[in-house]
């Protein structure tokens, strides 16, 4: 961070050098701004603590960690947040870099003779090499279906307004990289450069106040408008091109087979604060998004389009096109006297003016709108079919093409918007609802009565409507002004608008019926919402075929279902109940059981739907490696998975990266459905449950005193803080208070991962190894992670989550628990010992992610950096509990929120 001279001379560096020199650039620039802003000193206090953190990790510094913390616990508080914000800024910058780089790559691998391994163009190939014969291939487009959930999970611990400064540096870094802009352009860039830095290091790291769920709304539609809007049509031509290329002479008719879904104004299980007014808000606003694209994609469609009708050759398609405008002309007499006069002898772009003036009409829900999205897409498709039939294609393949993909996809609705509440405010609703019906009791009613009475309600062809809501609670109120609100939102948008209902802490299928009787309570028809179970508990994902198969023994249930049975299942609270390793063999397990259910109804769909957050503890890691381990019976083209916080920016900020990891994503998923059933393999099946018990008895042994453990979590990590940060309108708690049972998986992952003992990504699998070897010898694992795609993504999963954690370093937040929390630590550091033992035995290496070099490359060389907050957010931990003033305790929790934000960026992982 030693400020030096910025040439602004092109620079000449081999790749492998590029990310060096734009790293130094950055921290260069940062350093020049501390020192500017707060004089040499402050640059040279930022140099000593950076200097022996380097030292610290090289065993160059005496007495080691323990000076180190010394060296951090002689600074003031003004000096504990200048190495807080320094360090956390430049964390942001080489992030930044970092994402450069990926895109450099990813276009240097852009070449016409090798396709990019994971490309839908390699995977095209390596489906045509593996002899899948087109008429398979055809038959697996026809379910295929794969839908990202965008979610406004509060793992996101950047502000918008920090993320929109780190996209003006990849730009600056983008034209640097320009090798045709002269001296003078690359001068004002660096000037940009150095301006953008600037202010990033004068904005405020947090806000004051937590977002709003409208705010998370606006926030989520930026990701529409920025990337995916424009990034979607071209992953389907990318599908289409590499379809061509594998399988000559063959047609294919690709159909909507990615589209998006979200939570984000839906999503009211523990968040009081969305309410009927968000979600009504947040179905208008994605269809004003929608419509304003469609409404730029044919005025620009009308620019080009300037085919002149003498042009045109005769016939049906021509003819067509003409009763079209006939009927737009008398339709629409205004618009039609101003585009006949300037589309004179160009009849589609006078058909294009129409198409403008009626998704004008449809978004003012005036008069002469497109009743649907569909009718807007069929006036695109008759334009594509006139320049066909006119000998004119060419001119439909390209800005056409990806307008009628827009219009296939987003519809009128951009996103599917899922409505989520928890099962017991369900059921007191319907208590409620039918004790003023004259019904009263229904609570006290066993699991069995209750199916029986609901089943009979809803086999009739009437219920009436509560249409007098006046005496109801607040709760069931609102409720039901939900429901009305996606009735409207179906309406207007289209049904793809709103289609499901997630169920949280499903356990019984009165869970479902009662989602339905409240809807049809609310005047919804039968089939309108899909009910979704999603089975987030052991006892819940253990009995997932039983259940599934009483469900489909409703009419009323098989009625809403359509045809497709889809389950969410949930990894968050599974594995803070049961820990990381009985979390994924559960959750596969119930894949299976679900999948055997399927497979005995030849006209049911299944929809696996993975609740997965980014860490690992939540069933984050690699995409494409949770795809390829997925048992391909459960799977078989059909996926929806949550993309939640961090991930969104990371995944979709930028559109290459964006494009990158969408073709990885529906890759992996064609990739994995071609392959059969995992089948029955009775001595695999004992290891894994052998596994799974001596895990889980691992992180039970962990659990068995939870006022202990609950104590050592508040005091040894920033358990308390991470609750408090203003980054969501999500509590942090389902209840009041942080009780084990209540507290939201997110913060308990995300507190447990800014301490650096990352235990819910791996506590309990070395257990589980151990226990392998010495039923059946250490060649039985290394045999199983050689051969078995789901065994060898839960050892790799965990290498990363144990590469961000380090033990040393958590012991020193160990030291805030005191004597109580010893017995604690200890466990954690003998287990982490267990597993990264029991990780090098199986793999065969020498030290972890020893076959992913640059990832293990970039954890050293972001380690010391890290180290210096880890060590200042222990220190402000202390001081804040000791703390009596007020006004000082929010100082101090303000200086800490920074760390927080500084170890989520440098760890690249938060909740």
Known sequence: MTPS?????????????????????LGDLLGETLAEQRGPAALALIEDVRQAAIALRQGALPRGREAFAEKVAGLDLDALEQVSRTFTRYFHLINAAEEQHRVRALRRRDRPDAAPPGSIRATCADLARAGTSADDVRALLGRLFVMPVLTAHPTEARRRTVLDHLEQVGL???????????????????????????TLHVTEDALLERPTPLDEVRAGLDVFERTLLAVTPAIYRELEDGLRAAFPGEPFDVGPVLRWGTWIGGDRDGNPNVTAEVTAVALARQRAVALASHEADVEALARALSVSARRLPPGDALAALEASLARDRERLPEVAARARREAALEPLREKLRYARARLQATRARAEGGYPDAAAYEEDLRLVERALVGSGLGRLAAGRLKDAIRRAEVFGFHLASLDVREHSAVHEAATDELLARGGAPGYARLGEEARVTFLAGLLERAYLPRERDRAGLSPRTRELLATLDAVGRGRREAGAPACERYVVSFTSAPSDLLEV???????????DELRPVPLLEQLEDLAQAGPFARRLLELPAVRVALRGELEVMIGYSDSGKQVGYVASAVALRDAQRALARVAQDEPDLLLTVFHGRGGAIGRGGGPASRAIAAQPPEALRGRLRVTEQGETIAARYARPEIARRDLEQMLGAVLLASRRTGEGDDPAREATLQRAARAAHDAYAGLLADRERLARYAVAATPLQEVAQLPIASRPASRAKGLVFEELRAIPWVFSWNQSRHGLPGWFGL??????????????????????????????????????RADIDVAARYARLAGDDGRPVFDAIAAEHARTVAAILQVTGAATLLADQPTIARTVALRNPYVDAL????VELLGRLRAAGDDAARARLREVLFTTINGIAAGLQTAG
Do not use: C, K, M
């Open 5 to 25: 001279p910025t040439d602004p001379t092109p620079p000449r560096h081999a790749p492998a050098e590029e990310l060096g020199h734009d790293v130094r650039l």
């Open 172 to 198: 600056a870094l983008e034209r640097l990289d320009d090798a045709r802009h002269g001296w003078r352009e690359r001068r004002r860039t660096l000037e940009a450069l150095r301006e953008v830095v600037l």
């Open 516 to 526: 339905l009787f409240l809807a049809r309570t609310a005047g919804l028809a039968p």
């Open 766 to 803: 070395g257990a589980a190894l151990e226990a392998i070897a010495a039923a059946e010898g250490p060649e039985r694992a290394r045999a199983l992670y050689r051969e078995w795609p789901f065994f060898r993504a839960l050892v790799d999963n965990a290498q990363l989550a144990l590469a």
């Open 870 to 873: 880890s060590h200042a957010q």
